[in-house]
């Protein structure tokens, strides 16, 4: 059965000065997990950088229960955030002072109050064949510069995300659980997430959330910087 998203919103949105952001339509500040370098958080939103400048890109919005499938080839670039949305509402926003272009719905979710975000951009080549034109007028998408494509989808507390009782006592004193430990070790000896996961027989969504909070804890800037800090304070040993 081929999956679906629970609803979509399609449209447009004015570039100006190479950028726009995405913001939550409460004003409420947002706190985000694996923002690309060349964006920037801002109070209640994130403001994405990119090449289009005083144009209209092409942006289409999905709302999964679940996480969606990839369609990896569609897209020259990926983001994957981790963002804590309790509103459900966010818009996108030109940056011109002039209000939301597109305002969005996550809709309702029982499941958790924080969302997994992928973006997909596709930059249109500098010099349009006639094939690469046909393409994407026969999608119904017009000749921008760019194209992106946000997908949202609920963190569910799974059976495999709600630690043990071991695991909320060494939350409130700031020490790792003993799954955050095997990571650390995992990542110390060079493993990818996806190994780490068939050895731990988690999801590969579960290590991403466990490495983010292993940094939250650690005020580390990154993984190596993440290990250093662990080893200095004996969570792990090279041994």
Same mark, same amino acid.
């Given at each position: 059965?081929? #999956? $679906?998203?629970?609803? $979509? ?8 000065? +190479? ?13 985000? $997990? ?25 942006? =289409? ?9 990839g369609h990896e080839e569609q897209w ?13 509402? $966010? ?8 209000? *939301? ?11 958790? @109050?924080?969302? =997994? ?7 249109? *080549? +500098? ?15 017009? #000749? ?7 997908? !949202?989808?609920?963190?569910? #507390? ?16 700031? #020490? ?8 650390? @070790? !995992? ?21 991403? @959330? ?13 993984? @190596? ?6 080893? =200095? ?7």
């Amino acid at each position: 059965m081929q #999956l $679906v998203p629970l609803r $979509v919103q399609e449209g447009e949105v004015w570039v100006t000065s +190479g950028r726009f952001d995405l913001r939550d339509n409460q004003d409420v500040s947002l706190s985000f $997990v694996g923002v690309p370098p060349a964006w920037a958080e801002i109070d209640n939103g994130l403001q994405i950088h990119c090449k289009a400048v005083d144009l209209q890109i092409a942006v =289409r919005l999905e709302a999964w229960m679940d996480e969606p499938p990839g369609h990896e080839e569609q897209w020259d670039e990926r983001s994957e955030l981790l963002i804590d949305w309790t509103s459900g509402w $966010v818009w996108l926003d030109a940056c011109d002072g002039t209000g *939301p272009e597109l305002e969005f719905f996550l809709g309702p979710s029982a499941l958790s @109050t924080a969302y =997994r975000l992928r973006v997909s951009r596709q930059v249109r *080549p +500098g010099s349009d064949g006639a094939t690469k034109k046909a393409s994407w007028h026969a999608q119904g998408i017009s #000749l921008h510069q760019e194209r992106y494509l946000f997908q !949202f989808w609920p963190v569910p #507390l799974a059976p495999e995300m709600v630690e043990d009782s071991e695991a909320s006592e060494t939350e409130l004193e700031g #020490l790792p659980s003993s799954r955050e430990e095997a990571i650390l @070790t !995992f990542i110390a000896r060079g493993d990818s997430d996806r190994e780490i996961a068939r050895q731990l027989q988690i999801s590969l969504r579960t290590v991403k @959330t466990s490495i983010a909070s292993i940094q939250q804890k650690l005020e580390a800037s990154d993984r @190596t910087a993440a290990i250093v800090h662990a080893l =200095r304070r004996g969570w792990i040993s090279m041994e």
